[in-house]
């Protein structure tokens, strides 16, 4: 008899989670599984990936608002649920002041579930497995009714999410599992809940090599001209983790000590403004190229010389391991979870955390042909394909 899972996460816009979860979905096996897939709001570039055994569930009006303008659910009268968000951003801020908007995201999301619970309507379906794909969880574990209940963090827990750490360590020890993407992920929050130890396992981000490369073959050469420049391209959120600003500074000193590089960044995100400014001020308008948010960003990265992701802190980045697949050269920085990314030197290099690591790491590989050849071919030969993961969910559900 098929076990009944039901999966749910916010949408399916573009996003390393986002690319994570159809990479699962398209692993799963359906002789099994009914999969019920919930999104609280029907949106995302990533929808038409959903595989046809899924069934979606309709939306449910009160978690259409979650993510959502405060304005828009005020006037859709959903009065309660509105107040409620600006309560949340307002304490969120009280208890966060100095730290960047990225930093206060997830204590507001905490209050918000905390304090709109008793509003939000319950699933009579009953579930043998209920799976919360992005945090926080309290929607699966107050409003479903399921066997077994599994929580996933993404992200290096320790550095990033700053939460309201008695309401989150309340939420976690109510999951029979809760799932990292990385062994260093798993560290990074066991160093926060040291005791919810025995609940917590490492599942990788299941991706699709054949998937990717299929993907990667569209031309983007009008964007990306072959213009005998080397071209460096990172995909990631306009924010501050993603270490734009910094490589942004890193662009002009290398075209300042002579290399020819254009660097091309897909994305979106709060920080555009700041970063067009920068770029501006750098007078990088042709060098430092914001591609925006591309629904395929696999024919970019496969254009390119050199990925490089320069950011201050990942969980476990999915565009690295995809450039890998597309068997290009990748530089990253040395943020807490690195070495769990790549091996370094052979499938990769890692830099400094810094501006003046970002540059060297960059000189290096640009001035030596054979190294990028080496860490291509190494990827290449390399079996990035970890569709065995999944037995580790099955294993947890049985």
């Given at each position: 008899m098929?076990?009944?899972?039901?999966?749910?996460?916010?949408?399916?816009?573009?996003?390393?989670?986002?690319?994570?979860?159809?990479?699962?979905?398209?692993?799963?096996?359906?002789?099994?599984?009914?999969?019920?897939?919930?999104?609280?709001?029907?949106?995302?570039e990533?929808?038409?990936?959903?595989?046809?055994?899924?069934?979606?569930i309709?939306?449910?009006?009160?978690?259409?608002?979650?993510?959502?303008?405060?304005?828009?659910?005020?006037?859709?009268?959903?009065?309660?649920?509105?107040?409620?968000?600006?309560?949340?951003?307002?304490?969120?801020?009280?208890?966060?002041?100095?730290?960047?908007?990225?930093?206060?995201?997830?204590?507001?999301?905490?209050?918000?579930?905390?304090?709109?619970?008793?509003?939000?309507?319950?699933?009579?379906?009953?579930?043998?497995?209920?799976?919360?794909?992005?945090?926080?969880?309290?929607?699966?574990?107050?409003?479903?009714?399921?066997?077994?209940?599994?929580?996933?963090?993404?992200?290096?827990?320790?550095?990033?999410?700053?939460?309201?750490?008695?309401?989150?360590?309340?939420?976690?020890?109510?999951?029979?599992?809760?799932?990292?993407?990385?062994?260093?992920?798993?560290?990074?929050?066991?160093?926060?809940?040291?005791?919810?130890e025995?609940?917590?396992?490492v599942?990788?981000?299941?991706?699709?090599?054949?998937?990717?490369?299929?993907?990667?073959?569209?031309?983007?050469?009008?964007?990306?001209?072959?213009?005998?420049?080397?071209?460096?391209?990172?995909?990631?959120?306009?924010?501050?983790?993603?270490?734009?600003d910094?490589?942004?500074?890193?662009?002009?000193?290398?075209?300042?000590?002579?290399?020819?590089?254009?660097?091309?960044?897909?994305?979106?995100?709060?920080?555009?403004?700041?970063?067009?400014?920068?770029?501006?001020?750098?007078?990088?308008?042709?060098?430092?190229?914001?591609l925006?948010?591309?629904?395929?960003?696999?024919p970019y990265?496969?254009?390119c010389?050199?990925?490089?992701?320069?950011?201050?802190?990942?969980?476990?980045?999915v565009?690295?391991?995809?450039?890998?697949?597309?068997?290009?050269?990748?530089?990253?920085?040395?943020?807490?979870?690195?070495?769990?990314?790549?091996?370094?030197?052979?499938?990769?290099?890692?830099?400094?955390?810094?501006?003046?690591?970002?540059?060297?790491?960059?000189?290096?590989?640009?001035?030596?042909?054979?190294?990028?050849?080496?860490?291509?071919?190494?990827?290449?030969?390399?079996?990035?394909s970890?569709?065995?993961?999944?037995?580790?969910?099955?294993?947890?559900?049985?």
């Amino acid at each position: 008899m098929k076990k009944k899972v039901l999966i749910s996460m916010y949408s399916l816009h573009i996003g390393g989670a986002e690319r994570s979860l159809i990479g699962l979905l398209e692993t799963f096996d359906y002789t099994k599984f009914d999969i019920d897939l919930f999104l609280y709001r029907h949106e995302g570039e990533f929808l038409s990936y959903i595989p046809n055994q899924i069934k979606l569930i309709p939306p449910i009006k009160e978690y259409t608002t979650f993510e959502r303008p405060i304005v828009e659910v005020v006037k859709e009268g959903n009065l309660f649920l509105g107040s409620v968000r600006i309560l949340s951003k307002l304490k969120a801020n009280m208890k966060n002041k100095g730290l960047k908007k990225e930093q206060r995201t997830y204590k507001q999301m905490q209050y918000t579930w905390h304090y709109s619970l008793r509003k939000l309507p319950e699933f009579k379906k009953q579930y043998d497995i209920a799976i919360s794909f992005l945090g926080p969880h309290n929607f699966i574990l107050e409003k479903v009714q399921a066997r077994k209940k599994i929580g996933w963090s993404h992200t290096d827990y320790y550095t990033i999410v700053n939460p309201d750490e008695k309401l989150d360590e309340k939420m976690w020890s109510k999951l029979d599992y809760i799932v990292n993407v990385s062994s260093d992920c798993e560290t990074s929050f066991l160093k926060v809940f040291p005791k919810l130890e025995g609940k917590s396992v490492v599942l990788e981000n299941i991706i699709s090599p054949s998937f990717v490369r299929e993907q990667a073959n569209e031309c983007v050469i009008k964007e990306m001209p072959n213009d005998g420049s080397l071209k460096i391209c990172t995909v990631g959120r306009y924010s501050n983790q993603k270490g734009f600003d910094m490589a942004i500074v890193a662009c002009k000193k290398l075209i300042q000590l002579g290399y020819d590089i254009k660097w091309y960044v897909i994305g979106y995100g709060g920080e555009e403004g700041y970063l067009r400014e920068l770029i501006s001020t750098h007078n990088l308008g042709n060098k430092f190229i914001l591609l925006g948010k591309k629904k395929n960003p696999y024919p970019y990265i496969n254009s390119c010389d050199i990925y490089c992701q320069p950011s201050r802190y990942e969980g476990k980045a999915v565009t690295v391991r995809e450039a890998q697949i597309l068997g290009k050269p990748v530089l990253i920085t040395n943020y807490p979870t690195a070495k769990s990314q790549l091996e370094n030197g052979f499938d990769g290099e890692i830099c400094d955390l810094s501006i003046e690591g970002i540059v060297n790491g960059i000189k290096d590989l640009y001035d030596n042909l054979s190294k990028r050849n080496e860490l291509s071919k190494n990827c290449i030969n390399r079996d990035y394909s970890n569709r065995s993961e999944i037995n580790k969910l099955y294993e947890l559900i049985n």
